[in-house]
């Protein structure tokens, strides 16, 4: 593969915030985009999201960033061969030369790399979801299945995704009592629906917040959650054997001079907050909480984990921002048990890919994300089926940045009879 053109492009995400997009054309012709997207409560050690920090877009724009990358980073890969997706991304690692992409941008790095890998997949003629599955597995993981992943559906939002007073930041459900990924869906999307008739009944606005869950004037975990039951209930499921809940505490931005402190003025310490999770999973079908404590507070983590780990599914997100060197410690501390996977926490999809592996090789679970600021690009749909991770998180099914995800999960369904992972049954 022989590049003969590299351009990046200012585009919107969801949120009306600027991020790029970038394509790459061969000798041949042909080519590809990737697009990135951007988040808004992000773990302090991800990968530098670059911007202009100048007049336009109120500082967010990214023109700035292009015309660098366009003056010093494209002209180094013109012209040159690569064999395959870790070569190039090697290159790119190389040519930035720092160790967390702030000389060039993760943002701009991250979408030539999957423009990249999104044009071995035409050269090869495979499915972008079959190419990742193949490289993976030769690459990667020798014992990687395709599997259709289980949605972790975020229907109500509160904390940095909306304006209200719900301190957590993502309530979800998993249709885990289903024996396809369309059933599991049409599940979702029923529930969902009803849940709006519901808040509407109860004088709250419909209003969806950045991932399409709806953002209810509630304040408690409690209300968000018997909200839910009774929507779930009301669409005719059953809780606990069709639907159960997953959370995102996102507690590092809850933590304040060493407490975690809430809308209601309640103030937790991190043992406090642990016993707090706990009664929640008591009370309700929780079977995964994600960020429950700070990223740094490592102790609480390892305390969290004796006290939940066997119980539910503890997803690091901030805690390990798709980093294989801080999962490892993660691993070596005994911390969590699953960890979430952002392509522009680390920048290249071989370092997505690196951290996948780690995970299955020491039996941690792994969930394939989006961002709050998405963008069209359905590329995490692919991803999550070609690396056999088995769940996806990617919002309410609502917003056509969210949707774009599940229905091109629908289509590769439709095109190949792969398992769907219900409870009980998400192996790596």
């Not at 530098?48 to 660098?68: H, L, W």
């Not at 975020?154 to 304006?163: D, M, Q």
């Not at 951290?355 to 969930?367: D, F, Q, S």
Request: a negative charge; proline letters at 2%; hydrophobic letters at 35%.
């Amino acid at each position: 593969m022989k590049i003969k053109k590299i351009k990046a492009f200012e585009v919107l995400d969801s949120r009306g915030t600027p991020t790029i997009a970038a394509f790459i054309e061969l000798k041949d012709g042909t080519r590809e985009f990737g697009f990135v997207p951007s988040g808004a409560s992000t773990g302090s050690r991800e990968a530098i999201e670059k911007r202009d920090n100048g007049k336009n877009f109120n500082g967010k724009g990214v023109e700035k960033v292009i015309k660098f990358a366009e003056e010093n980073l494209f002209p180094e890969l013109l012209d040159k061969e690569f064999k395959d997706q870790k070569n190039f991304d090697e290159r790119l690692i190389s040519l930035d030369g720092t160790k967390n992409k702030e000389r060039f941008g993760a943002n701009i790095i991250l979408a030539t790399s999957l423009a990249f890998c999104k044009l071995s997949s035409t050269i090869l003629k495979k499915p972008l979801y079959k190419h990742i599955h193949d490289y993976f597995l030769e690459n990667f993981y020798k014992e990687t299945q395709m599997k259709m992943p289980l949605p972790m559906m975020n229907i109500l939002n509160g904390g940095a995704h909306a304006n209200n007073n719900l301190d957590f930041q993502e309530f979800m459900i998993q249709p885990v009592g289903f024996s396809s990924f369309k059933e599991g869906l049409i599940c979702g999307v029923e529930i969902f629906n009803v849940l709006k008739n519901t808040l509407n009944e109860k004088g709250f606005s419909t209003a969806v917040g950045d991932e399409g869950g709806f953002a209810p004037g509630i304040s408690s975990a409690e209300e968000a959650l018997d909200l839910i039951t009774s929507a779930v209930e009301a669409a005719g499921y059953e809780i606990n054997k069709d639907i159960t809940f997953a959370l995102d505490c996102a507690s590092t931005e809850l933590l304040k001079n060493t407490k975690y402190s809430f809308s209601n003025a309640k103030k937790l310490s991190s043992d406090e907050l642990i016993e707090y999770l706990s009664q929640l999973n008591k009370n309700y079908p929780i079977t995964s909480i994600e960020d429950g404590l700070d990223e740094n507070d490592w102790d609480g983590w390892r305390k969290m984990t004796e006290k939940l780990g066997k119980l539910t599914q503890l997803v690091g997100d901030d805690l390990f921002v798709t980093n294989q060197d801080i999962l490892q410690e993660g691993i070596d501390k005994k911390v969590a048990n699953s960890v979430l996977i952002k392509i522009n926490q680390i920048g290249t999809l071989t370092e997505t890919f690196e951290t996948i592996r780690l995970a299955y090789e020491n039996n941690y679970k792994c969930v394939i994300s989006h961002r709050s600021g998405e963008t069209e690009d359905s590329f995490i749909a692919d991803l999550a089926v070609g690396t056999g991770a088995g769940q996806i998180k990617t919002g309410a099914p609502s917003r056509s940045d969210r949707t774009s995800k599940y229905n091109r999960l629908l289509m590769i369904d439709a095109f190949e009879n792969l398992k769907y992972l219900g409870r009980g049954e998400l192996k790596n």
